[in-house]
């Protein structure tokens, strides 16, 4: 049992497969001990008759004059038609009575104990079993061996049971029916209420992607089945625990960062020092590397902050560009550049504002920087396009654009310029990046938002 649970990763297929095989089981019990009480009762019912049309035949066996005669006036006329279904056959020492219903047809006779019989006490047997009838499959023989006026007698009464046969098939496809109809309503059923029992969890998943985005979140146990409540409390402990060392993890890094820029500054006021006058040189690669420092430190500084326990309110798409759009009309006025937008405003976009600002600000950007003249902004259910219509990039660019891990240097233009901000926000809100050449020429960059 064990490994049949195993193929299963599904709490809710374990459960439902479960339920269907014990359901099976008990039918197949039920339907076993309904086959059962049936052939038992009709069978009794059936040797019931037989007896007594068994000891009927007795009476009106009678020994005169040293030979046996059977009065067929005192049996049943059902005796009298040819192949009625009833039929009787007496054996006695000397002669054999067969009813007229049997046309002299050999009942199959099972070998006589002989053995089995007192001689001097008066003794009776009775045995049935089934054997072929002259024109039926199958009819019960109900077999009494007696002792009349000293000598052995045999009776064999039979009837047949093409009747109680067919009632019982009759019986086993309407069970057979009704069990098919149980079990798919059944089927249903139990799927229907494990899943509506399982709808219940639904919050918890919705609570843990929030999580993940960096929102404060607490889990209520009462708002939860009682079977999990204890999985809930430890849950929350779990997440509280993760969120301080996160917290604390975020602060030393703030601390770091923020500790590395004074003798940083420092650093900046000896460049400028008139000891390196004369080293220019010198002078020029200190700077450089201070630079690249600094840009470092700035990052690390943005991407602490990506989706930081913020509290995240869905945001009209229009009003972010509105904002942004004077910037960089401004910053790129020399280029007099065309933007061009399908917006809607009714399109939210569920971000953190900052986070917002610094992506499209990035993407932007850089399609500003590359475009020749023409900058294409899309934003529709969740998925971010944006274009120019400048140089594109090689098959060799894109491809490592898609690498994972891949960063630029960011104090460079160029199409990479801030990548790993925008990948480490794209990360933080479970989106996905891709980029590709644009239609318009240049570079296509896509950016597709799970739904919530």
Known sequence: MKHFFARYHSLEKQIFSSLVLALLIVFSAFWWFLQSAMHTITEDYLLTRLSHDADNIERN????SGEWSLNLDGISGIYSSLYSGHYFVVVTPKKRFYSPSLDKYPLYAKRLDVQSFSLDIEAKKTVHYEAPGPIE?????YR????KQGQPIQIYVAEDLSLIQNM?????????VLTLLTLISLYFLLRWLLQRTFWQLRPLESTLRDFQLGHKINLTPESYPLEVRSLIEGLNLA???SSLQFEKSRQLNGNLSHSLKTPLNLIFQLIDSPELKDCPKLKAQLKTQSNAILNL???ELKMDRIASHQSIIAIPFISLWQDLQPTFEQLYRDKNIQFITDISECDLLNMEKEDAFELLGNLIDNACKWCDGQVYIYFKDNLLIIEDNGIGATKIQLKHLEERGYRTDES???HGIGLSIVKGIVAAYQATLSFSGSQHGGLKVIVHFSGR
């Open 239 to 241: 997440l509280a625990q």
């Open 412 to 414: 460079k233009p160029g």
């Open 137 to 141: 499959e199958l009819v019960l023989i």
């Open 168 to 176: 019982i098939i009759k019986f086993d496809v309407f069970f057979s």
């Open 144 to 147: 009494v061996e007696l002792k």
């Open 297 to 299: 430190i700035e990052r």
């Open 61 to 64: 066996l009678t020994y005169e």
